[in-house]
Each structure stands twice: as C-alpha cells, then as structure tokens.
C-alpha cells in the first residue's frame, strides 16, 4: 500500500536501498509533528475498542447473565440486540446496521488486504509471478476468497471451527512476533534520534513475550484437544 500510494521512502522503490533519513533539525521536527497524526488515529481506536467493549462485558452481565443467554454456535450476535430492544424495539435495526458496517470494513478491507499479501509472497518465490500484474492476482483472489469463502460458510455447521485455528497462529505470528520484527526495523532502519524511547521498545518487548507465549498456548490447548 505504502509502494502504490508513494509515501515516503517506499515512494524511491528502486532506491529504497540506499535513501538515507536526513537527522538535521528540521527534518527530525517535521518527523515528529507528522507521527502525531497516527498517534491520534491509533490511540482514539484503541479507546474506542476498550470503551466499547467495557460497555459489552458490563452489559452482558447485566443483561444476559440473569436470563442465563450465552452467545454460542450461530448465535454469537443476536442476544446482545436486548442491550437496545430494552429501550424500543426499533431499535434492533440500529444495532443490525452497525453489526452490518462492521462486517462490511472487515470484509472490504480483507480483500484489499489478501490481494497484496498473495502479490507480494508470489514475486519473490515464482519467477512468474514476478511478471503478473496484480490486477490478475486480484481477480484470482477475489474468486478464491469470495466464493471459497461462501461455500465454507454453507457447508460447515459451527463457524467458529473455521476461524480459531486461523486466529492462534495468527496471534502467535501476527501478534506477537511482530513486535518483535518492529524493534528490530526500528533499530536497523531509523537514526538513533528518532527510534523508539527505551519505555516504549520495553512495553512492546513486554507485549511480544506475552502475546507469543498466551498464543503457543492456545496451540497447545487447541491440539491437546485432539488427544
């Protein structure tokens, strides 16, 4: 994304390599006011995650604990309509256009997602794919995902046993690991002046190990299973 759109070094894709970051001090004050935008971003997402779901638990405990409703099997949305209907029960469309919106960014933005991921692991591995375009690898993607995805839905009984094997690796390798690979880009790649602050490199080491370590958990209890 960063390569089409040009932003930044990613923008010098045949010069990546060798572009320097200028550490005068104008360009370090540019730096730093332009990582206030996604401070902002990142941080009010986060807030309104937390909130969000703080308002869920209390709910829940309120609402559906005394009338013992455990969201389960293809139900894992509709019992949490009462925290509106208890008002007017209009209201349950409310809550079905932001289930829907939900769905729908995560949705959309898989597509966009899954299309560059499957681009990118095929230039380096296949000497074709280094001459497709990525319209082609789009269209591939769309019908593999699209309709692969469809008919999974309609053919499984419990969704959920199609997304939590997904879900643990992927906290393990997308979670935690990742941590990792940014203290590791952030050395490698940024000047001294504008790497991370020794408290934050701490917290997301912290955040690593424990990510990491909660996620080969969840693959030992998810194949302990089995046995």
Not at 128 to 146: D, F, K, N
Not at 168 to 183: N, R, S, Y
Request: glycine fraction near 8%; hydrophobic fraction near 50%; charged fraction near 15%.
């Amino acid at each position: 994304f960063l390569r089409e759109k040009k932003w930044g070094a990613m923008g010098l894709a045949s010069q990546a390599g060798t572009v320097e970051i200028s550490t005068d001090a104008n360009n370090i004050a540019r730096a730093r006011k332009w990582l206030i935008a996604p401070k902002i971003d990142t941080g009010f997402s986060f807030a309104c995650v937390f909130i969000f779901t703080l308002c869920f638990v209390v709910l829940a405990a309120a609402v559906l604990h005394p009338k013992h409703l455990v969201p389960d099997g293809h139900e894992l949305l509709s019992h949490q309509a009462m925290f509106l209907t208890r008002f007017h029960k209009s209201f349950v469309y409310i809550y079905q256009v932001g289930i829907f919106m939900a769905f729908w960014g995560t949705i959309y933005g898989a597509y966009e997602l899954y299309t560059r991921t499957g681009y990118e692991c095929l230039r380096p591995l296949l000497k074709p794919g280094r001459e497709v375009s990525i319209r082609t690898v789009r269209r591939a993607m769309l019908l593999y995902v699209g309709l692969g995805g469809m008919v999974l839905m309609w053919t499984v009984e419990n969704p959920i046993t199609l997304v939590t094997p997904a879900a643990i690796v992927g906290g393990v390798f997308t979670c935690g690991l990742w941590c990792f690979a940014m203290i590791w880009s952030d050395r490698h790649f940024l000047p001294p002046v504008l790497r991370m602050r020794p408290f934050l490199t701490a917290v997301t080491a912290i955040s690593g190990v424990v990510l990491t370590g909660l996620g080969f958990k969840g693959i030992w209890d998810y194949v302990a299973n089995f046995f």
